[in-house]
């Protein structure tokens, strides 16, 4: 355990200062030794607290608010093309994911529970609406849907307004729904067809936008590697870090960028570590 923890801070303070390459391989097996043997359980110091005033420069802290025990388990099971240990030693190689891979479990899947169109359909409906407003709405909507939301496309606009949806909701959601009853779009084809193709098919459609593409594509799809640089959340925890939104985080997450998206997700439910300057 102390072996684990000492390459572990040695990886992370060379990483911070690096110059050598052979620091970024340190690093890496820092994190795979850290997964297999989950020397972290019951963590609560700051032990990475390292710092140098030396060139102006200091390493990311870890709070010790924001640590938990890197044992809590992980429901789901990985697909057989994820490989958790190598995105970590992917993206542990960039100081500004560090302290949310050491914060949070690597999760086996991105993808959440439903159907393909259940997925869709509530990140439509939850478009700029707080979490427990979109939950609400989507209570009512499957409540009225009984098990089969193909069974709603014949509601009329009125009907959707009844339910809590805008009226450009309404009209995007009921446009939706008929596409699938009707076979113009199919959502189960869309699993075998590249990113862009699969952002082309729902963007053509009015009231879906490159978001609600995204969106779908990691937690409907499971792709691993996009950067949602419209989303909101995504810039808001970029800016807290200090780095400016940019196609060139893909270079450097690629990849893994829909994971590393999701660690700057849950960077925003913690504090702001010390960052280089």
Known sequence: DRVVRLLWAVACRSRAWGSAPGRGVLAAGAFLLRGILR?????????LGIGSSRGGRFLYRLDSRCMLPYSKKVDQKPPKDFLPERAIARLGLDPLLVPWIARFPCPASLRRPGTSLEILLRQIVGQQLSMRAAGA?????????GGDLT????LDLQSWRFLGLSEVKAGTVSKLLRDVASGA???????????AEVRSALTARK?????????????ALSRPNILPLGD???RRALNRLGAEPGDYLSERWSPFCSLATWYLWRSLDCEVPARAL
Not at 137 to 145: G, H, L, P, S, T
Not at 151 to 154: E, G, I, M, W
Not at 207 to 219: N, R, Y
């Open 207 to 219: 009231g879906i936008g490159p978001w609600t593409a995204d969106m779908f594509l990691i937690f």
């Open 39 to 47: 020397a972290y359980s019951g963590v609560t110091g700051r032990f």
């Open 185 to 195: 779009l199919d959502l189960s084809a869309l699993s075998q067809a590249k990113d």
């Open 232 to 234: 909101g959340g995504l």
């Open 137 to 145: 709405i989507w209570d009512r909507i499957a409540e009225r849907a």
């Open 151 to 154: 069974s709603l496309a014949a």
